[in-house]
Structures are given as C-alpha cells and as structure tokens.
C-alpha cells in the first residue's frame, strides 16, 4: 500500500464529508467487474479486502482505491477473424464486401470475441486529507490520475479540487539548486537527475547514481540546459524524484518507517492501517515543505481555480 509515486491536487477547505455518507456515496461506484460484452470496468474497491469497508478513515485521514478492469483483444487478432469471415463472404455473394459490411463484420467479430478475452486488472490508490486540503494519488501519469478524478467527480457530484500549483516552476527551483550545489532545507540532492534544452531538438543529458557536482553539469546548466528531473532526499526518511510537472516519482520509505509501522501492529489490517498512518503523516509534513521550497503556493492560480473542480 505504500504510495510510489504521487499526482498532488488541493483540496477545498469547504470539502468536509462525513466518513459514514462517503461510504456510502462510494458503494453507489463499487467495483462490479466487466460484463460479457464490456471492454472496460471501474469502481471502488475495498483498500485492505474487506469487502464491506470502502473507506478508510483513521485520524481524520482517508483512503480509497479504485479498481479498473480492462479486456485485452488486440486488433490483430480482430483483424484475422474479420478477414477470415469476410473472405467466407465474398465466396458467397461473389464480390467484395463493401465498407459498411466490413465494419459490421468487425464489430460482430469484435462482440463474439470479447467474452473469451484475457482480463487486466489495477489498483490505484487516493489519499484524501480534507483537513491538510491535499488529495494524492498514487499514479504514475497524469492520464491514470485523472480516470481517477474523473470517477471521484461521478461518485461525489462535485469535487473542489485543483492541481497544485507553486510559484517556482520545479524546472526553475531544480536548477538552481543543482547549479548552487545545494537543496533547500531539510532536502538533500540525490544522484540521478536529467537535463534539457529548450531549442527545437530539445538534447537531453541523464545522469543515474552519478556524482551531481560535476564540472560538466554546471556546464550543462550554463550552456542553457534547465533540470527535467532531479533526485532527492526529504530528512533523510523519504527519496525521490521530483519533476518538472511537480510529479513525485520513484517514492521510497526508509526502512525505520516501515519498521515502526510494524511494531504498532499485531494483525494484518491493524499493520495496514498503521502504514497508511505513517504515510500519511509523512506526506503532511513533506508536501508542505515542498512548497515553500518552490516559493510557497501560487496565488493566482488558488483564486482562478477557486471552488472549481478538476478537469
């Protein structure tokens, strides 16, 4: 259950809910699974596996999962039993099928094959903090952070949220720092970082677990590369990679983290819920230190975005 990599949003101050109605707002949405004929199924599904609990609520922290199920049926194979049957066709009827044939025969190909299609499924997880105003989801792109939001906006009716937003672009902070050789405080700069142009070829130059105080990456910086992508350490309890879209990626808990959680625990759901406490409580602390280290929230964008909801 601990989170690898984060998509941040805010919150609302106004987003109190009750922990008993979201419960019950999230069974509406629960997880039903693909029917026969479905490429695609999503809903809510229980974050420790008991199936009556789609919510957890500890301390005034939350955690949801939604679960997404999605019928693997590669258009080539489409294609082969489509071909297949329209060359039966033609036989018949002596000619060609024409355009519209050939879709219908595809779309009733694509209906018969459905039912005997592989299925994948995922988990992803959403912390929601309504008193911190913070919503992370444990996505590693935009897209999955977003089916997401997108299926919150559905279970809820409405959603006060926005992405968070920073008065220094994590591009700008990131280079400076690499190029003073010093992170702000209570960060440490890791060893991986990667840096590009901004001309039309856009050259990239990464470096993994390589020394950052090079003489050639100051030269980098000089010559007008900026940092994409810079590794780093949050009180020497969290590493990870910050990026230029304010994504956190590569997310790793010290192990005395984890060891904590499990001496608080005697069962398994009571050691997951110590993880979820720990974590979260890592990331209220961490995530506001993130922003004052990016010059503090932009409050241009927090008065636009206002009691909106997320795209």
Request: charged share 25%.
């Amino acid at each position: 259950m601990w989170f690898r990599n984060l998509q941040i949003y805010r919150l609302a101050p106004q987003w109190q809910p009750g922990a008993a109605g979201l419960q019950q707002m999230l069974a509406r949405q629960a997880f039903r699974g693909c029917a026969a004929s479905d490429m695609q199924a999503r809903g809510w599904v229980p974050p420790r596996g008991n199936p009556d609990e789609l919510l957890i609520a500890a301390q005034g922290q939350l955690l949801i999962c939604l679960g997404v199920e999605q019928k693997l049926l590669p258009a080539t194979v489409v294609r082969q039993y489509a071909q297949e049957r329209l060359a039966e066709i033609e036989e018949q009827q002596g000619f060609k099928p024409g355009r519209k044939q050939t879709l219908d025969v595809r779309e009733a190909v694509t209906a018969e094959l459905l039912p005997r299609a592989f299925v994948k499924r995922r988990l992803t997880y959403v912390w929601l903090d309504p008193q911190g105003g913070w919503c992370v989801i444990d996505a590693s792109s935009a897209a999955r952070a977003e089916e997401v939001i997108e299926h919150l906006k559905l279970t809820l009716g409405e959603l006060p949220l926005r992405p968070l937003h920073t008065q220094l672009s994590p591009t700008t902070a990131m280079t400076g720092w690499l190029a003073a050789g010093e992170a702000p405080d209570g960060f440490t700069i890791d060893r991986d970082c990667e840096l590009r142009a901004a001309g039309e070829d856009r050259a990239t130059v990464r470096y993994v677990r390589h020394t950052l105080e090079a003489a050639e990456i100051t030269e980098h910086i000089a010559a007008g590369k900026a940092v994409t992508r810079l590794a780093l350490t949050w009180q020497e309890r969290i590493a990870f990679v910050l990026t230029e879209q304010l994504q956190i990626k590569r997310l790793a808990f010290l192990d005395l983290l984890k060891e904590e959680a499990e001496r608080q625990a005697e069962t398994a759901d009571e050691l997951f819920e110590a993880d979820f406490l720990i974590m979260s409580g890592e990331f209220s602390r961490l995530l506001p230190q993130l922003v004052v280290a990016l010059g503090g929230e932009d409050a241009e964008h927090t008065t636009e975005d206002k009691g909106g909801t997320a795209a």
